[in-house]
Every structure is written in structure tokens, then in C-alpha cells.
């Protein structure tokens, strides 16, 4: 699979700094708990689906790292530089052995399938 990203050639020089760093603290630190942990859930306050994908884990026993960012009503650009660096547009951003599978819903149809044991065993 390929994204449909705008080529850097296509970027003018003197905002590519700005784009390419945008919030990169923050998709650092994200990167960094990935590498860390078998299991991260990146999500944000008052969305109830990065509760629901905490709670799948929480019931099957499985330790995982939790990163939050804000909610709806702070810090909505960080959270829009993850949204941007991994291409998914929803939170929570859920990651297994380094690989994003999606969120709250994919968790629980890997669950369901059988496929999670075999991603975390």
C-alpha cells in the first residue's frame, strides 16, 4: 500500500522546515513508546472510543502503554500532527509490536478473529 502524500518537491523550500517538523516533539515521543512496548494506545479526553479499546485490553489482561493528548477542546493541532504522520484520522491510534492496526473497532475484530493472541504471543 502506498499514501497519496504531496511530493517534497512540490513543497517550496521555505516551509519544508515547518512542515516536516510539525509537532515532531510529540510524533517523537509517540514513536518512541512503540519501540518501547508491545502494545500502544495513543488516544485523547472525552472520546469514548480510546476508552473502549482500554477496556478490550484491560479484560483480556494484556498490559499496554497509554498516551493521551488533550481532548476535544485542547490541543487539537498535536493531535493532528499523529493524525498526519500515521494517516489514521481517528483516535484512538492503536499499535501492536510496532504496527498500527487502526482503533478501537480493529482491536476488537482482531480480537474476535483470533488474530490478537497471535500478534501478542
Do not use: C
Amino acid at each position: 500500500m502506498s499514501r497519496h502524500i504531496l511530493d517534497q518537491a512540490r513543497i517550496h523550500p521555505a516551509i519544508r522546515g515547518t512542515v516536516g517538523n510539525y509537532h515532531r516533539e510529540l510524533v517523537a515521543e509517540v514513536e518512541a513508546a512503540v519501540a518501547a512496548h508491545k502494545i500502544v494506545v495513543v488516544g485523547m479526553g472525552f472520546n469514548p472510543f480510546p476508552r473502549k479499546a482500554r477496556k478490550i485490553l484491560d479484560g483480556l489482561g494484556v498490559p499496554y502503554q497509554y498516551l493521551s493528548y488533550g481532548n476535544y477542546f485542547s490541543q487539537w493541532r498535536p493531535r493532528l500532527a499523529l493524525k498526519l504522520w500515521s494517516g489514521w484520522t481517528t483516535f484512538p491510534l492503536v499499535f501492536i509490536n510496532g504496527v498500527l492496526i487502526g482503533g478501537a473497532s480493529e482491536l476488537q475484530a482482531l480480537v474476535a478473529s483470533g488474530e490478537f493472541a497471535r500478534l501478542t504471543t
